[in-house]
């Protein structure tokens, strides 16, 4: 295998901690920072609208529920670190309270919700798409495929989070964020077992998982599935609403470490 991958200058297959479809993604422990790039050598269309968006992201001021950019490296780019891995990896071996996945659901919504005000559609929402940093914060990540000022989408979409309608907008983001808060508050996915045919049939027929035993959070992701929320940050309100006992803020502040 390594000798069919072009790593970036000081990288080897012993610094490698994923690969995919979007490229390598290689730890530089002397950092504490990730390389993400291409396996070839070459800057792929996905890696250039990812720089493209991480820029867009630093135009806007960041978000806090977004890696840390720190620019180009080679022909690849470097961010933030998440130490704790994805979330769906994470919480299949690690416990976590229901007030920490409402943390983590508002996390990335809101982090979402600002991705669609610069004009960024993301398109492959999922659990293995949200890393957890060192204080097991959410972050929102994978970039690459994603649509940049209705540029198109460069990645297949996960069946059980895929919107049964056009994929360029913000709806099928909704969409695919209902079906990752399942994930967090389920520990796994709508219609686990089901072959991708039979969720995209049932998806066209408005059917979809039960989502009454999550309370209040399942109330809302059922309103993502319905195509009830317009825009994210109508999400992030209801997951912040009053309905919650004690209020919303009171949650993150108690749930930090």
Known sequence: ?????????GFSMKDLV?????????????????????PDGE??????????IYERFVQRGGHKGILIYHGTFE???????????NIRSYLETHP?????????????AEA????????????????????????????????????????????????????????LCTEADIFALGSTLYELMNESRPHAGLSDTAIAHRYKRGEFAETESLGIVGSIIKKCWQGEYKECRQVVRDL???????????ILENTHD
């Open 1 to 9: 295998m390594s000798d069919e991958i072009h790593f970036p200058s």
């Open 18 to 38: 994923a690969y995919g479809n979007t490229g390598l993604v290689l730890l530089d422990s002397s950092t504490d920072t990730i390389v993400k790039a291409s």
């Open 43 to 52: 800057r792929s269309d996905a890696m250039a609208v990812e720089q493209q």
């Open 75 to 85: 022909w690849g780019i470097r961010l933030e670190h998440a130490s704790h891995g």
């Open 96 to 108: 976590a309270d229901e007030l920490r996945r409402i943390r983590w659901a508002v996390q990335v």
């Open 112 to 167: 979402l919700d600002f991705a669609h005000q610069c004009g960024v559609i993301h398109g492959d929402i999922n659990g293995f798409n949200v890393l957890l940093d060192r204080h097991l914060d959410a972050k929102l990540a994978d970039f690459a495929g994603s649509s940049l000022d209705d540029s198109p989408l460069l990645i297949a979409v996960t069946a059980s989070h895929e919107y049964p309608g056009p994929l």
């Open 240 to 250: 912040k609403g009053d309905m919650f006992l004690p209020p919303m803020q009171t």
